[in-house]
């Protein structure tokens, strides 16, 4: 399976844009991007997903590169709750597409 | 309108014992994934199950086994517990296709002595 790579952490001012990158340079064609995001004692949560397009919702952006060798998860206006730990995942379009792959993640840390 | 509901909350297990995890899936959903989480880690996928059979299974010995019932909840079954199997273990619901979001619930902690 295409691996991601995510920096360990990151932090933000609170009501400054966010931008959260992902490194997937053995993605596949048909390997769609996710993002999910886990607050301190939660289940993960899932933020937005996309395959070759940007995609916006009501909780962030997702920007991929031409090449889909990267892509960027935009949180317009950072709040404190916004504090978690984001995974970029790769699901393939295949029998074995069903589970999600975490990684270790970014931790992010929003500061007022 | 009900989320994913886990139970119970948290556990404590003695090595060798035998223990039995439960989920509820959200509303409308059909298919339960099971994670284990080990603290500083991210999320490690277990199985998944869909119309009460297991779809796809991850890295995981065959002492963990599951169950899907016809309303569409799950149990997680560990037998012989190693106290590397302290984590928490999460279940996810989501509609069948591949690509659907997977809804989370928080979780039962699972503390091996």
């Known amino acids: 399976d295409a691996k991601t790579t995510q920096p360990n952490s990151m932090e933000s001012n609170e009501e400054e844009p966010v931008h959260l990158p992902c490194n997937h340079s053995?993605?596949?064609?048909?390997?769609?991007i996710h993002w999910y995001r886990q607050l301190p004692s939660q289940g993960p949560e899932y933020v937005i997903h996309?395959?070759?397009s940007n995609v916006n919702n009501r909780m962030a952006s997702l920007a991929i590169a031409e090449d889909r060798k990267s892509s960027t998860l935009i949180l317009h206006r950072a709040t404190l709750r916004d504090a978690a730990v984001y995974y970029c995942?790769?699901?393939?379009?295949?029998?074995?597409?069903?589970?999600?792959?975490f990684g270790k993640g970014t931790s992010l840390l929003v500061t007022p | 309108d009900a989320g994913v509901t886990q139970s119970p909350t948290h556990l404590i297990k003695t090595r060798g014992q035998q223990v039995t995890l439960r989920c509820s899936p959200k509303?409308?959903?059909?298919?339960v994934s099971w994670y284990q989480q080990a603290l500083g880690q991210g999320p490690q996928f277990i199985f998944q199950?869909?119309?009460?059979?297991?779809?796809q299974r991850g890295n995981f010995p065959d002492r963990f086994s599951g169950h899907q019932f016809p309303n569409y909840s799950s149990e997680l079954n560990v037998n012989a517990l190693l106290l590397g199997d302290s984590a928490l273990y999460l279940c996810?619901?989501?509609?069948?296709?591949?690509?659907?979001?997977?809804?989370f619930g928080d979780g039962t902690r699972l503390s091996i002595l």
């Open positions: 996810a619901s989501s509609l069948r296709s591949r690509n659907q979001p997977q809804h």
């Open positions: 053995t993605i596949s064609g048909t390997d769609y």
């Open positions: 996309g395959l070759t």
């Open positions: 995942i790769l699901r393939p379009n295949s029998n074995s597409g069903y589970a999600l792959n």
């Open positions: 509303s409308g959903h059909d298919t």
């Open positions: 199950y869909y119309e009460e059979e297991e779809r």
